[in-house]
């Protein structure tokens, strides 16, 4: 349905500064007017619950309540509120084991898995494959990264990574995936320069990466980059 144009045009702004155009408009005399719609939209409130956990309060032996079941397990009460933000499923919290004293790391390894062992999601939810059997895992991208480099022979006479590819490990793609998110947060010219000390280089290198990855860490990276996949490339074509 299309929506109707109201007959008059919205007040202009007021800023401070009456030369500030929009850049479609940097030329013309009068900017065109602007206009809003007749219809007006209202939602309905929004009702859903999550269930949150949150610490237990002491309570005297006389009045001590019988925990749920869940709460039994996770150590913490269940308390169903208005939902107002997203956030993670009770099943989800108790299937990992986290709660709100777990570490940072715990949390991230939940949600990128190191191993399919690690994944304890149903296959049928999970089955990245199509062939009922492969759940997702980190292990998955380092087999898929090595395999690209196999097929582009990687590390064979006159390919740019000649005598020097090496199949990079599960800890590996974990590492440079961390590099890149800390490098998110604290953006470098060029993700190589992480690798470096600050003894290095003062500005850019960072002793943290430097002193938990390998020492060829950056040349490897540069390979990681150029064939890192995250689809398995053995997988046909559809029709």
């Not at 009456?18 to 900017?31: F, H, I, M, Q, S």
């Not at 602007?34 to 309060?57: A, H």
């Not at 759940?135 to 991208?141: C, G, P, R």
Request: charged share 30%.
């Amino acid at each position: 349905k299309s929506l109707t144009k109201s007959a008059t045009p919205l007040p202009k702004p007021n800023n401070p500064d009456g030369n500030l155009r929009a850049p479609t408009e940097l030329n013309v005399g009068e900017p065109n007017p602007k206009y809003g719609f007749v219809e007006t939209f209202e939602r309905e409130p929004f009702t859903g619950m999550s269930n949150w956990l949150k610490q237990k309060r002491l309570r005297k032996k006389s009045r001590k309540l019988s925990p749920t079941r869940k709460s039994r397990a996770l150590g913490v009460e269940v308390e169903s509120v208005p939902r107002t933000k997203g956030g993670p499923k009770l099943s989800f919290l108790e299937k990992y084991k986290l709660d709100e004293k777990s570490h940072p790391a715990d949390w991230l390894n939940s949600l990128l898995l190191l191993t399919p062992k690690d994944n304890l999601e149903s296959l049928e939810d999970v089955d990245v494959k199509g062939d009922r059997r492969t759940k997702f895992s980190v292990a998955n991208w380092t087999a898929y990264t090595n395999t690209k480099a196999k097929i582009a022979n990687a590390g064979e006479w006159g390919h740019k990574f000649a005598g020097r590819w090496t199949d990079v490990t599960n800890d590996d793609v974990m590492q440079f995936l961390g590099v890149i998110m800390m490098d998110d947060l604290n953006p470098s010219p060029q993700m190589i320069w992480k690798f470096r000390s600050q003894e290095q280089d003062t500005v850019q290198g960072n002793d943290f990466i430097h002193n938990n990855c390998r020492t060829d860490a950056a040349c490897l990276y540069e390979m990681f980059r150029h064939f890192f996949g995250c689809q398995d490339p053995l997988t046909a074509a559809p029709p």
